[in-house]
């Protein structure tokens, strides 16, 4: 509802198995639309749902280029892979600019990007770099390789030129329950997991859902649900606001928008088996 899409087309950037484009369709009264995904594994479940007018495809969002104007763009916890592990806060900074430029590109006039963040919330950049500790290195080089969260500041910084902010809900408590039940019912179903993708894979995923659910409860990671509306005409700054002039390092930052998580290390995460 409040991507007010009805009779709309939709872009998912970051599509996954396809459920919410087909919720869409079916609840929502969209009339077509996108879903990006760099997952072989997701892009071949998602078109098997047959949702109508609706093309999944293997494809970043750096690559896209539309046929026409989207009516929204909804973006599921994709922002985790737009910048990588490698990147200064100010090179993370500019990706995000680049990308919210991009959507509002996309967008028809007084269009609505819709966000689900998980964020860094209690530790810093230099907090969230490589061998901060064994949970930090679980989810950066196991589950999710190349990838690394923003802060929602890093965040503002990238849409508040484009975008207005609409509504923003702040659910850090969700995926504190969400991460326990997995782990519990993760427990039940162990000898079936270990089955479909080994023991090392299926320990691995077994630490995740307990790591996942202690950095949601210390508040090292949060999640936000944001709504944001295309602005009539870009905001003009002065001077471009960065990280760095804030008091962090500054590292040059020109030509890395290819700085995200690549195809393989997506795909290690997603095609491991969708039946896992």
Known sequence: ADLAVKDGRILEIGCGWGALLNHFVGSHGVTGGVGLTLSQAQAAFARQRRVPDVDFRVESWIDHQPDSPYDAISCIEATEHLASDTLSADEKVDVYRAFFHRCAEWLRDDGRLGLQLICLDNVGHEGSRAGRGATSELIRVDIFPES??????????????????????????????????????????????????????????????????????????????????????????????????????????????????????????????NDF
Do not use: C, I
Request: aromatic residues 12%; glycine residues 6%; hydrophobic residues 40%.
């Open 148 to 273: 690394m969260p923003a802060s929602l500041s890093e965040l503002v910084l990238g849409w508040e030129t484009a975008f207005q902010l609409e509504r923003f809900l702040d659910h850090h408590d969700h995926y504190v329950r969400t991460f326990r039940a997995w782990g519990l019912a993760y427990r039940d179903a162990d000898a079936r997991a270990r089955m479909l993708v080994g023991d090392r894979t299926a320990r691995t995923f077994a630490r995740y859902f307990a790591a996942g659910e202690t950095l949601f409860r210390l508040r090292e990671d949060s999640l936000y649900r944001v709504v944001l509306k295309k602005r009539p005409r870009p905001k003009v700054w002065a001077t471009s606001l960065r990280p760095s002039d804030l008091g962090e390092a500054m590292n040059a930052a020109a030509g890395r928008l290819r700085s995200g998580a690549s195809a393989p290390a997506v795909q290690s995460h997603y095609d491991v088996s």
